[in-house]
């Protein structure tokens, strides 16, 4: 399992993004701003290692 890192395609979209072994993007790329909003949203039941906040919960 790779970590997500963040890129920032153009000024103002900044996103959370996977490599594949290759360095290629997978398929999975998630706007930052409703990836947190939607952390916020849930109550966590799961904790998630760091770089894994997709895969899981994260307690806030």
């Given at each position: 399992m790779?970590?997500r890192?963040?890129?920032?395609?153009?000024?103002?979209?900044?996103?959370?993004?996977?490599?594949?072994?290759?360095?290629?993007?997978?398929?999975?790329?998630?706007?930052?701003?409703?990836?947190?909003?939607?952390?916020?949203?849930?109550?966590?039941?799961?904790?998630?290692?760091p770089?894994?906040?997709?895969?899981?919960?994260?307690?806030?």
């Amino acid at each position: 399992m790779s970590k997500r890192e963040t890129i920032q395609p153009k000024p103002g979209d900044k996103r959370y993004v996977r490599r594949d072994e290759k360095g290629h993007f997978t398929s999975d790329q998630v706007d930052v701003g409703k990836s947190l909003a939607s952390d916020n949203n849930q109550k966590a039941k799961n904790a998630a290692k760091p770089g894994q906040g997709d895969r899981g919960d994260r307690k806030s």
